[in-house]
DNA sequence: GTTCCTGCAAAAGCTTTGCAGAAGA
DNA sequence: TCTTCTGCAAAGCTTTTGCAGGAAC
């Protein structure tokens, strides 16, 4: 995906955000990565970079960019948050055997429901769990050694 | 809901979880409170019943009736697991205001998804978060004041 | 008698807060 | 200059783990 600094620099600026070398690289991250990374995972990763760098400042990056609608908390982990670049409307699969999350089609707007007449919705998810395909070959074979 | 000692033990064998005390006790405020408690909720309206009642057995408790399938544990707050006694499919609204959860009928099979033909599905959730009726109403009522 | 359960204490892990110095406008 | 951001240290919270005594079967 793109991701030249103008391009990082004007998303960041058109939310009211600041452009510091941080946020860029935060950003950077998640364009370049896609995914569903946590904390931890953007700090290990940009930690060589900036040897300065603290997990706290990306606990703060990822909030205001949450708050600026630049990107999406997912909370399917059990432990730790997640953070998504991608937008659109779009299911979130957790295989847990590996732990991977997966993006699926789903028109949310179009979901039937009953008993919310009077609520305001801000927010719509839906996650499943179960297992991924790679997953499953794997413990087929293993089955299949046992035999 | 009923929740005689009778129905709650023979619930709990049922799913061959060994009928304590305690968790008899858990199971019953299940039923009577509904709603979705977190473990903290369940311990403070039980501590003063039984005073030697530990938090960690509301969690091995909890986690046991998850295994079993007598509950299910809702990741929707940010912070706090919450646990549902409702077995039947619905999706779950929460207040950002108030912080109540809501159920409301949803019929999960039925939402049309792509993507996902070589997974396993286990486990389907539907979460919305916003304003509730009550909660609308009181902010308006607010702006209406400010004027 | 043997297995399972409870609960204390402590640890683990993610996230937040307070604050001082640095960077940006 | 003045506001905002960064990052260290510490604290806050929920949840988990180890273990010894007790309960259930």
Known sequence: MEASIEFLTKKL???DIRPSYQRIKVLEYLYRKGGH???DEIFRALSPDIPSLSKVTIYNTLHTFVEMGLVRAIDIDDTE???????SNHGHFLCEACGTIFNFE???????????N???????NVYFKGL????????SHRKKEQK
């Open 106 to 116: 789903v028109n949310i707007d179009q979901i039937p429901i009953e008993g919310l």
């Open 37 to 39: 990374p946590t904390v």
């Open 118 to 124: 009077q609520f305001k919705i801000t927010e719509k």
């Open 13 to 15: 600026t058109n939310r």
């Open 132 to 139: 991924c395909p790679n997953c499953l070959n794997q413990l």
């Open 81 to 87: 948050m997640r953070y998504d670049i991608t937008l």
